[in-house]
């Protein structure tokens, strides 16, 4: 469990998997104390921010441990163990095919479609992908959506490239 700073009877469960957690070689009895600032100040990074930090500090760990959310619950494991730990999200893809294909006349909607494919498989978790020989993401059009399977972490950062783009 997790304990809030700013108040002490507020806890976050963490489901923790400890057979994966065990092969990472932490120990079952291991404290991990959290303290973040209140709300408004100073010095206040997010909870996943700061969770990020602590389960990728290799000084501190033997293998590289990750986490995820589901329905609510933190989950922290091994990259292995959160691959399934996968869901299926679309993506309106209309306007960003629309400006492609405005800004580069001989460009074909298929060619906008295939190069926004390609972009997304080759910068977030490329090895992950079905196409690149992975067996986590998976990535299929239809119209103007991209619907795409992949794990949490991986959704956000494509989220965060289509915001970009």
């Known amino acids: 469990m997790v304990r809030s700073a700013d108040r002490p009877n507020r806890f976050w469960g963490l489901d923790d998997t400890w057979q994966w957690l065990e092969q ?53 494991s091994t990259d292995t163990d959160l691959s399934k730990h996968r869901l299926p999200v679309v993506y309106n893809i209309r306007d960003l095919i629309d400006i492609a294909t405005a800004t580069q006349p001989k460009a074909s909607r298929q060619d906008a479609i295939d190069e926004l494919k390609s972009l997304i498989m080759d910068t977030i978790a490329r090895d992950s992908w079905d196409e690149n020989g992975g067996n986590v993401g998976s990535l299929s059009e239809m119209g103007d959506v991209l619907v795409i399977t992949q794990t949490l972490a991986s959704q956000r950062q494509i989220l965060e490239l289509l915001t970009t783009l």
């Open 24 to 76: 990472a070689n932490l120990d079952r009895g291991a404290v991990v104390n959290l303290d973040w600032a209140s709300p408004g100040a100073g010095g206040q990074i997010p909870f996943g921010t700061a969770l990020h930090w602590i389960l990728s500090d290799r000084a501190v760990l033997y293998t590289s441990l990750n986490f995820t959310l589901d329905h609510g619950v933190v989950v922290v």
